[in-house]
């Protein structure tokens, strides 16, 4: 049977199911007998993103190989070859069967992740014995990474560098235009478009994707999307078009989210694996690494809670646990009330030790090292300084603004903190003011008093290059904020006390008040309230008047120790989004709360995922020309190909 990552062989229920299948399918499941499997780097990277090794061994390939390397020959063999459409490529395969005699493989199976150009094709007809053996040739429009269900991007980190720089690539947008078509083709969508008005590079993206997609109708008229004629079951889609300079300030703040956090303090590889110690029962120190994907109960349940939050399920599931296990006895001895240490300790003396800790243990370790790092570097008062920049309000209400706010920003920075935070706390401060009346002045001295090197203050003046002068309206206010409860943490993060306060101080806690403006962008164009003179429209209009509700529906079945997670029927049409120059993971937290909230599924795509630490190195390298290397002193920090 075909399946991947615990999936039943149900239809698709998320994003990521469907592609998942039709690589299984379409692609793994051209032939029926056993064959290899050959892909060029970013294939691998593509696959990987939503299949192990395990799901594609299952379907009866013996072995994956990489197109680039010498390979051993099995000629008795069916091979399937996945790669970009390169002249490269196409040379490589036709090596692999220069004569009868030497041919590495049996029948050939060809997938491109784009379109074959003609110099693709010429090569690839110019070998009779390759052409010959060929049963398969299909472009499959799956150039993007599938990183968790309902999130794609294009593998695409310099993309702030060729979107604002001083080479700034002008066919870049046209680029992304058609990758972002392909994963619309992909998914049977040709969406009623909506794009940054003030964004040249949105408009482009917008106009490049939707020639695409017509184009592509028009040459293949048995492909089909929804919301068209012979497709009513569900409504056509609506696509958000945004780029980096919608909202330059969001990337930069602290955000205590779980997800958010853990990419933003500690050291994550690849964007989803990460290093943890913990102590065994013999008292010896053991290092772990986790991988945090969806596949783990916890973290997709719990990824977007405040830490503080999590911190309080690990501690009711760890009661759970303990109170339902016999042996243990070292809750009663300590009292209801355990703290993070406590739950460390009770874990070890559980006779299923091992089993707990890879399943809750070590979100016990992860969680303690967030909040290491947060009272370290003594974040709690830097996040209040950050907040009222953001919303102009303290966390009573307040208004701030003008020397006030100066002196705030200042005494902040004449505090013991990393050069790094120093620049991130003035790139908010000048973002957040730099078209301000009267603020000139104050961020001159602002710089002054950071006591800047000028490499470091070009750092903070690149985000001119993404501010733009005309920017688009402030997002509409989201939910109002629920009636707040004490907890573990209410003495450490501060609930945010019941009051008037402006439409974008809304979160739950006195660190949360700035919100994303993609989430109000969302709430508007869901509402049908979305400004068309900020927001111009492109393409095919929306058939409100579709004949059914979607229905797809994604579902979750009980989830044993970490609890259930509810069954959900999403209504209509997708709504799609997304960002060029990458996107934050408060930007992704706010695609899911939107998705709960209203019951519409939606997708989020960008060029690559953002951590605050890589967007300042990004913007820090914009006033340098490619070809010169960059030292940003005050950032240590290897620039990572953002992965989730």
Avoid at 21 to 49: H, Q, Y
Avoid at 152 to 174: C, K, W
Avoid at 389 to 397: L, M, Q, R, Y
Avoid at 437 to 465: H, M, Y
Wanted: aromatic share 8%.
């Amino acid at each position: 049977m075909l399946k991947a990552g615990g999936a039943d062989e149900s239809t698709p229920r998320t994003m990521r199911e469907m592609i998942q299948k039709k690589f299984l399918e379409e692609i793994i499941g051209c032939s029926n007998g056993w064959k290899v499997l050959v892909m060029d780097p970013l294939a691998t990277r593509v696959i990987s993103s939503v299949l192990t090794m395990y799901d594609i061994m299952e379907n009866k390939v013996t072995l994956v190989e990489k197109l680039h390397l010498n390979r051993q020959p099995f000629p008795d063999m069916d091979v399937i070859y996945l790669a970009l459409p390169t002249v490269e490529a196409a040379q490589r395969i036709s090596k692999d069967f220069e004569s009868r005699s030497k041919a590495k493989y049996n029948n050939v199976h060809l997938f491109f992740l784009e379109n074959i150009d003609n110099d693709v094709f010429g090569v690839i007809q110019s070998n009779p014995l390759l052409v010959s053996k060929i049963k398969t040739m299909k472009e499959v429009y799956l150039d993007f990474l599938s990183v968790e269900s309902n999130v794609f991007h294009f593998d695409m980190p310099s993309s702030i560098e060729r979107l604002y720089g001083v080479q700034a690539d002008t066919t870049f947008p046209n680029v992304l235009g058609r990758k972002l078509a392909h994963f619309c083709i992909s998914m049977n969508e040709h969406p009623c478009i909506r794009y940054q008005g003030s964004s040249p590079v949105s408009r482009d993206i917008a106009t490049a994707l939707h020639q695409t997609i017509t184009a592509y109708k028009r040459n293949n008229p048995d492909w089909w999307c929804y919301g068209d004629d012979r497709h009513m079951e569900r409504e056509r889609a609506q696509l958000l078009i945004v780029d980096r300079s919608f909202d330059p300030l969001s990337p930069l703040m602290h955000e205590y989210t779980y997800q958010a956090m853990v990419n933003d303090l500690l050291d994550v590889e690849d964007g989803h694996i990460i290093s943890y110690s913990t102590t065994n029962n013999r008292g010896d120190t053991v290092e772990n690494k986790a991988i945090l994907s969806e596949n783990d109960e916890f973290w997709a349940e719990h990824r977007h809670d405040h830490i503080a939050k999590v911190i309080d399920a690990i501690k009711g599931n760890m009661n759970d646990i303990i109170q339902n296990n016999a042996g243990a006895k070292l809750a009663k001895a300590s009292g209801a009330d355990m703290d993070i240490s406590s739950m460390a300790a009770a874990v070890k003396q559980l006779p299923d030790y091992q089993e707990t800790t890879g399943k809750l243990g070590q979100h016990v370790s992860i969680s303690t090292q967030c909040m290491g790092a947060f009272m370290r570097q003594n974040l709690m008062r830097l996040s209040a300084v950050e907040q009222t920049i953001s919303t102009g309000f303290d966390d009573d209400g307040k208004e701030v603004k003008g020397l006030k706010l100066y002196q705030m920003v200042t005494e902040a920075l004449a505090t013991p903190m990393d050069k790094s935070l120093k620049l991130r706390l003035l790139a908010i401060y000048y973002i957040s003011q730099k078209n301000v009346p009267g603020t000139t002045d104050f961020i001159r001295q602002a710089f002054t008093a950071a006591k800047l090197s000028p490499t470091d203050e070009q750092v903070i003046k690149n985000f001119e290059r993404i501010l733009v002068s005309s920017a688009v309206a402030a997002a509409a206010p989201g939910a109002a904020a629920e009636e707040k409860k004490g907890g573990l943490f209410s003495s450490i993060f501060g609930f945010k006390k019941k009051q008037a306060i402006p439409p974008s101080a809304e979160g739950e806690y006195t660190d949360t008040r700035h919100i994303c403006l993609l989430k109000g962008y969302l709430e508007q164009l869901i509402a049908g309230n979305l400004a068309l003179d900020k927001f111009p429209a492109m393409g095919p209009t929306v058939n409100t008047g579709a004949k059914a509700e979607a229905k797809s529906a994604r579902r979750f079945q009980a989830t044993g120790r970490f609890g259930r997670r509810d069954a959900a029927q999403y209504n209509g049409g997708r709504l799609l989004v997304f960002v060029a120059g990458g996107a934050s993971y408060a930007e992704l937290r706010s695609v899911y709360e939107t998705m709960q909230k209203e019951s519409k599924e939606t997708i989020l795509g960008t060029t690559n995922i953002l951590t605050p630490d890589s967007y300042i190195v990004d913007v820090g390298s914009l006033h340098v020309p490619p070809s010169a290397p960059t030292s940003l002193s005050g950032i240590s920090v290897q620039k990572r190909e953002n992965m989730i």
